[in-house]
Nanobody, 128 residues
Framework: QVQLVESGGGLVQAGGSLRLSCAASGRTLSMYDVGWFRQGPGKEREFVSAISWNGGSTKYADSLKGRFTISKDGAKNTVFLQMNSLNPEDTAVYYC?????????????????????WGQGTQVTVSS
């Protein structure tokens, strides 16, 4: 099984940037789709972004396009989420999740239910 550990969260002022990391162990991420999700106070978990096993396909929540960028570093077995122009609405616990890629399926999934492996989450707090 693959184990995932998020890091990079913290307190940042509005307008600032953070880069979250999702480090994997136990398995290489070369055959996994990886997604980022977040859950704010009193809110349901929502999709943020995802990247396919080979990095060839990415997907973003419509409201986050242009501010967030997902990427991966195969040598480090890590997926990153670069977050720019942060605002208080971005305050949440951010989770990364992975699932074995299903060849024959199109794109990369955005439904949390299809991701079987989850990290512990990292807190992001944006102050005004």
């Amino acid at each position: 099984q693959v184990q995932l550990v998020e890091s990079g969260g913290g307190l940042v002022q509005a307008g600032g940037s953070l880069r979250l990391s999702c480090a994997a162990s136990g398995r290489t991420l070369s055959m996994y789709d990886v997604g980022w999700f977040r859950q704010g106070p009193g809110k349901e978990r929502e999709f943020v972004s995802a990247i396919s096993w080979n990095g060839g396909s990415t997907k973003y929540a419509d409201s986050l396009k242009g501010r967030f960028t997902i990427s991966k570093d195969g040598a480090k077995n890590t997926v990153f989420l670069q977050m720019n122009s942060l605002n208080p609405e971005d305050t949440a616990v951010y989770y990364c999740a992975a699932r074995s890629h299903r060849f024959g399926e199109r794109g990369v999934p955005d439904m949390s239910s299809v991701y079987g492996y989850w990290g512990q989450g990292t807190q992001v707090t944006v102050s005004s």
